[in-house]
C-alpha cells in the first residue's frame, strides 16, 4: 500500500476517489455496523479525513491522547485543527474547535464538513464533544457533514469511518433568534 495515510483496508476505499470532489460514492463496505449516517464517502471525506490525520500530528498533549480534525471551509480550503491542552483544567481546546478557528482566522464563517480522527488505542469512537458540536453547527446552520475515523500506526482504519451530519449527532442544538445575524449575515 503505497497510500501513507490509510491503514490496510484502504483498497476497496480509493478507488476513483481522488477527482470525485462533487460527486462521493459509495465504497465497498457500505452501510453497515461501521457507517452511520449516509454510508457514503467520496474524494472530499477522503481528503478531509488526511488532512486531520496530518492535523493530529500538531497535537500538544498533556494527558489523554492527541485527536486531529480539518474542515472544509467556504472558501474551498481545508483547515487542520489539534487537540492543545493547557496544565490548567479546562483551557485546552479540542481539535474540532481548534480547526473552525483557524478556517474562521482565514476569514470564512461557514464551514461544511468537518473530519476527526483519534486513535484506535485511546478512543472507543471518534466523536466530537457536545461543545464542539454545538459549535459546529453555530458556523454551518446545522447542514456541516461530520466524517469520523479511528486511526492505528499512523493510518486511518477504513472500517471505522462513520459520516453522519452535525444535526443527527446533536439533534437538539442551541439556536438564538439572531445567530444568523451574528455571523454577519
Ligand atoms: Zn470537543
Known sequence: MSDPHWGPHAHGLASGSRDTYKKPHRVGFGRDRSMGGTGKIGGRERRLLEAALEGMGSAHVLWGFAVGAAVLAEDGQIYRGCNVQSRISGLGVCA??????????????????????????????????????????????????????????????????????????????????????????
Open 96 to 185: 474540532e474547535r481548534c480547526a473552525v478557528d483557524h478556517a474562521v482566522i482565514h476569514g470564512c464563517r461557514r464551514i461544511e464538513m468537518v473530519a476527526v480522527v483519534a486513535d484506535a488505542e485511546q478512543a472507543e469512537r471518534p466523536r466530537p464533544c457536545g461543545a464542539c458540536l454545538q459549535y459546529i453547527a453555530d458556523f454551518s446552520g446545522g447542514e456541516a457533514t461530520v466524517v469520523m475515523a479511528l486511526v492505528k500506526d499512523g493510518k486511518i482504519l477504513p472500517e471505522t469511518v462513520e459520516v453522519k451530519t452535525v444535526t443527527e449527532l446533536l439533534p437538539y442544538r442551541f439556536e438564538a433568534r439572531q445567530s444568523e445575524a451574528s455571523l454577519g449575515r
